[in-house]
Each structure stands twice: as structure tokens, then as C-alpha cells.
């Protein structure tokens, strides 16, 4: 069954804490950007203290030494699952690879916010078929060791079909039809995502913005069920 992943992209970590209190039998909290800079490895450490997996989704791009040592730091932290991203190129790849031991280091292939205009312009070439860069930059992920990939659902199915089933393939941008689409252009339904081959749904705003995030967090466990 595909894990769910909370992304718990709230104002600080005493309301993520609080709202990670209240939903039953979470595995996964996802921290991005905003959270870790407010609060830091002091948040990742409370949640890990209380039993979660942390997916620290930090998207580090640099040189091969220093994404290194941001994964080694953040193995040391017991993060469960971090991100790297593929376009930093195959030596810095392996080398998080290198680093990550037992920390799941995924490569995040292209941000499901792009529609393919929009990475046409950020690599300034034609991309005829944006499916077929999601899986060069994910053979890539692969080759040099990573656990897995980030994509969106619409390039799941290719995903597994050429990269087996042992990878993990997470997917962000997961929308119910009655969702909100907000800033994401590539998105899914649960069902779907699960359909095609999903080991980790990561579901942020149609939780944290609900009338009642508790109840719409059940609804997408009862989704996810066998």
C-alpha cells in the first residue's frame, strides 16, 4: 500500500506539531523550506522523538561536497527521507548517494508546478515531450545510487515501466477532483497515483487548509486503503 506523506507546510512548528497531533496514525511528516528555516533540526528532532518520519524536503542543488554533508547532517538528525535535485548532475548525486546510508535520498526530477512551456524556459531548449526528461533525469537519479524519485502522476506509469518495481516513486501534487488545483499544473487523484505505481502520496494544502483537516486526512486513508 502507497505511504501517505503530510506536508506540513504551516506558519511554525508548534502548529504543525499540534496539527500532526491530531491525525490518527501518521507515519509521514513532510517539512519543507519555510518550517525548517523557522525552526530548524530542533523541529525535525521533536518530530523523530515522537516517532514520525521525517521526509526533510530540502531540494538541495550545489556542489557535490556540500549536498554531501547536507545529507550526512541531515542522516545524522534521523531523517528518514530527503531530497536531492537531479539537475545537480550525476557527481553530486552520487555523492549524496555516498552520504545517505541509511537515510532514503529521492531525486527530484522535474517540480510538478512546471508545465512543459515553463521548463522549456528554465533550460532554455525545446523539450518536445516532458515525460522523456522525467526519465532521463530519473535513470540518472538511479544510476547513481539514490533510492528513488520525486515526479508528478502523470509520469508514473513510464516511471515504473522502465524503472521496475523496487524504486520508490513519490508524488506530490495529489488533488481529489474537488481539490483546488493552486500551483500545481501536473497533478492527481489519489486513486490514480496509487493505480499507477505510487509508493509515497504527498498531500499538503487540501489537509492543512480544510475545514477539518482530521476529516479529510481520513478520507484520503480510507482512499488508500486495500
Known sequence: MAELVVALDLPSGREALALAARLPGLKWAKIGPMLYVRDGPALVREF???G????????????????????????????????????????????????????????????????????????????????????????????AGLRGVVASGQELGLLRHVLGPEPWIVVPGVRAPEDAAGDQARSVTPTEAV???ATHLVVGRPITLARDPAAAYQRLVETLAP
Open 195 to 197: 493505480r499507477r505505481g
Open 48 to 50: 523523530v522523538a515522537r
Open 52 to 143: 514520525m518520519n521525517v521526509f526533510l524536503d530540502l531540494k538541495w542543488h550545489d556542489i557535490p561536497s556540500a549536498v554531501a554533508g547536507a545529507v550526512a547532517a541531515a542522516r545524522d538528525l534521523g531523517v528518514a527521507m530527503a531530497t536531492v535535485h537531479c539537475l545537480g548532475g550525476r557527481a553530486m548525486l552520487a555523492a549524496s548517494a555516498g552520504a545517505a546510508v541509511d537515510l532514503a535520498l529521492v531525486g527530484v526530477t522535474v517540480l510538478t508546478s512546471h508545465a512543459p512551456g515553463d521548463f522549456e524556459a528554465i533550460v532554455g531548449r525545446g523539450v518536445p515531450d516532458l515525460g522523456l526528461e522525467v526519465e532521463r533525469l530519473a535513470r540518472a537519479a538511479m544510476q
